[in-house]
Structures are given as structure tokens and as C-alpha cells.
């Protein structure tokens, strides 16, 4: 017989900083070449002593911040109210936003950056809705800043790696009960 273990109880915030934690580890393996074969490096795009140029590295990393948006999203309906939900999801942006003020960012590029994040979560579950091969291309797109052809290997690699994201934080947060 399977060992029972009782969920992990998280308050939204609590759950919010974890999974910033989790964006970051995420998006530390993907822009360090050769750790992944979805490495930033892999898809062409160029670095300088292994850190990529600003707009590839914050797509990278709205991709990643996206991809743990998504699996939390996933992972609550039905089990938890929207409103625990919601401000779970608000404690992970507001943690990975933090991180980025207190690593460099200007605060009052912020916003900006908000914007365009928001505008890749339209477009990434959009794609995302339609197959994984198409928010792969999008991710890519928006990576290299150029177009992608239909089924290219690169866009295939994204998507695994957006999957091999998905997969261990679904199983991890099937563990989690958010509380108030």
C-alpha cells in the first residue's frame, strides 16, 4: 500500500516566495551554457563570458516566471478559491520583481517590464492553447527575434523544457493545500 503523506500547507505568500525561488533556479539553468540543451546558448543567442544580452535574459526569464504562472494555475483549479490563487500568483511576481530591483533593475523600469510580461502571458497561453509546439515557437521568437519555422528543433526543445519545468512543480504543488 502507498505511504499516505498529508499535504504541505502554504499560506499564498509563502507559496509565492517559493516559487520565485523555483523561477530563478529555472531560469539560472537555462541561460548557464551547456547545462541544459536548451541553454540560451544552444538557441544562438549570443553572450558575453556566458550572460546573454538584457532583452534575451528577461525573455528568458519571463518565460520561466510564465511557465511556474501556469503550473500553479493547473494545479489549483478546483482545489483552491480563485482568490488564494490569485494572490499566491501576485506574491510570485512581486517576489521576482523584488529580486530584480534589489540585483540592478531600476525601479522605474519596472512597469515597463510588467507590461511586456503581460503581454507574453497573452501570447504564451494563446500558443500554449493551440499545441506546445507553437508556444515553443513563441518563446523562441521572442528569444532570438526572429521568426521560426513551423516544427524547428529549437522550438521543440523549449517546449520540453517548458514541460520538464511543468512536471516536477504540478507534482510538487499536488502536495500543497494554500490556506488563508
Known amino acids: 500500500m502507498p505511504e499516505f503523506r498529508a499535504p504541505t500547507t502554504m499560506t499564498p505568500e509563502e507559496l509565492g516566495d517559493t516559487l520565485a525561488r523555483l523561477v530563478w533556479e529555472s531560469f539560472s539553468d537555462f541561460v548557464a551554457d551547456g547545462y541544459t540543451e536548451a541553454s540560451l546558448g544552444a538557441l544562438g543567442v549570443p553572450t558575453h563570458e556566458g550572460v546573454p544580452d538584457q532583452y534575451p535574459a528577461e525573455e528568458a526569464l519571463i518565460f520561466f516566471i510564465w511557465a511556474h504562472t501556469r503550473g500553479m494555475q ?56 493551440r499545441s506546445d509546439a507553437r508556444l515553443g515557437e513563441a518563446v523562441v521568437r521572442h528569444l532570438t527575434s526572429r521568426d521560426v519555422t513551423e516544427g524547428e528543433a529549437l522550438a521543440r526543445v523549449v517546449s520540453e523544457r517548458a514541460i520538464a519545468v511543468a512536471n516536477p512543480l504540478r507534482d510538487f504543488l499536488e502536495e500543497v493545500e494554500l490556506v488563508d
Not at 494545479?75 to 501576485?90: E, H, T
Not at 530591483?101 to 504564451?124: C, D, H, K, M, W
Open 74 to 129: 493547473l494545479a489549483f483549479v478546483g482545489r483552491a478559491p480563485n482568490a488564494l490563487v490569485r494572490r499566491g500568483l501576485d506574491a510570485l511576481h512581486r517576489a521576482v520583481f523584488e529580486d530584480m530591483a534589489e540585483n540592478g533593475t531600476p525601479r522605474s523600469q519596472l512597469p515597463i517590464f510588467e507590461q511586456r510580461v503581460s503581454a507574453r502571458y497573452t501570447e504564451y497561453h494563446q500558443a500554449a492553447a
